[in-house]
């Protein structure tokens, strides 16, 4: 593949290529320039050498028992955002349900109690 | 239809309705025939959404033969946002009309090409392969998921822990089927315009390529109604030392040719470069 360094100075022909699709190219030309001009470096993030580790904290009762603090049990908000919280753990399907439709049925059922 | 359990819950598709297509087919009008997909955010399209259902080509089948038997014309409207398999039906019809995301114009505009009123011009966005398996990104998609992992069931914006190799490299749509030439499904031409063009008198100014690459051609109209024509410039750098497409979309130029003169017109296009 590799003919010449990028940016030497050995001259390079490029070609333009018009037409009304890739596949479908009219007409064509060429020019010759004493380099490259199209610089282009491959930086080391894009070119993944290894397997990516992915690591995911678990977040279970304890974070949400955490986010409850704040909240007086057997007062109203508490009551109206436990029921959201029952009504999309009663319908989210861990076997079917994509990340996506997870929040979407979430934000569904905030919407829902928004309204009402 | 079944009762919603909350507002945005998505109800399952009816089912197909019964057609009677031998007395439709016996009536004086042509065929239309739509077939459609959901398209949006939010959710990675599945493999079967590509490929038509046997229950899409059979009803595609049963109205072509029908309505060819009566010497009637049988157009598919697409009502899609992505590509989807054509290559097994393509021929059994008379025409395609891809409508593409029209927003809610979309059934006037569509209307408007049927009935010759706006001469079609549009460019597709994407490749339609002949075969699911000829997208590169076919051998890495649906994600694998990591096993043993649990699938986050505590917090609404989770999932199971999952990876993708994007292995197909820069070779994406238009850049894999020219590089390593394999023959796709819905060629450009196949929504061309009712009339014709020439392109010729290309043109490449390398003077000021320092700042720029200034290339010009020609487009003339040489069939007997207007109609709009995209122009498209591609580029071929030389080899190096790292990979590169066969050719690159760097420019594009509409040519506006309207009656009662269609004529000839000069498009410039420029690419900025960077030396």
């Known amino acids: ?116 | 239809m079944p009762k919603k359990k909350f507002f945005f819950e998505l109800l399952p598709p009816i089912n197909e309705m019964v057609l009677d297509v031998i007395a439709l087919a016996a009536n004086k009008m042509n065929w239309l025939l739509f077939l459609g997909r959901l398209r949006g955010d939010f959710r990675d399209r599945k493999k079967e959404g590509i490929i038509p259902a046997p229950a899409e080509k059979d009803m595609i089948k049963l109205v072509a033969e029908n309505f060819h038997r009566q010497n009637k014309k049988v157009v598919v409207i697409l009502n899609i946002g992505n590509v989807i398999e054509t290559a097994s039906w393509s021929n059994q019809v008379d025409g395609i009309i891809l409508a593409w995301q029209g927003g809610q114009e979309g059934g006037n505009a569509v209307a408007d090409v049927i009935t010759g009123k706006v001469n079609p011009s549009g460019k597709l966005p994407t490749t339609f392969p002949i075969d699911y398996h000829d997208i590169p990104s076919s051998k890495n998609f649906p994600v694998e998921t990591f096993r043993g992992r649990r699938k986050l069931e505590w917090v609404g914006l989770s999932g199971t822990p999952s990876e993708v190799i994007y292995e197909e490299d820069i070779y994406i749509g238009y850049r894999f089927f020219d590089t390593f030439k394999v023959k796709d499904s819905l060629s450009f031409r196949l929504w061309a315009s009712s009339t014709s063009f020439q392109i010729d008198q290309l043109s490449a100014d390398t003077k000021q390529l320092n700042d720029k690459l200034l290339v010009r051609v020609r487009v003339t109209d040489t069939g007997k109604s207007s109609g709009k024509e995209v122009v498209q410039l591609y580029l071929t750098a030389p080899k190096g030392s790292i990979n590169k497409p066969a050719q690159e979309l760097k420019g594009f130029a509409r040519a506006h040719l309207s009656e009662p003169k269609p004529g000839k017109v000069m498009l410039e296009m420029t690419v900025p470069v960077k030396t």
């Open chain 1, 1 to 116: 593949m590799r003919t010449h360094p990028p940016g030497s100075l050995r001259p390079v022909e490029y070609e333009v290529k018009i037409g009304t699709a890739s596949d479908n190219i009219k007409q064509t030309d060429k020019f010759t320039l004493s380099k490259e001009i199209l610089v282009e470096k491959v930086h080391k993030v894009l070119g993944p050498v290894t397997k990516i580790s992915v690591t995911i904290k678990r977040i279970g009762p304890h974070t949400i028992k955490k986010s409850r603090i704040s909240l007086k049990k057997h007062t109203k908000t508490y009551t109206v955002i436990m029921e959201i919280w029952k009504k999309y753990l009663s319908c989210l399907n861990p076997q079917a349900d994509s990340l996506s439709a997870s929040f979407y049925k979430f934000t569904a059922l905030v919407d829902l109690f928004l309204v009402c």
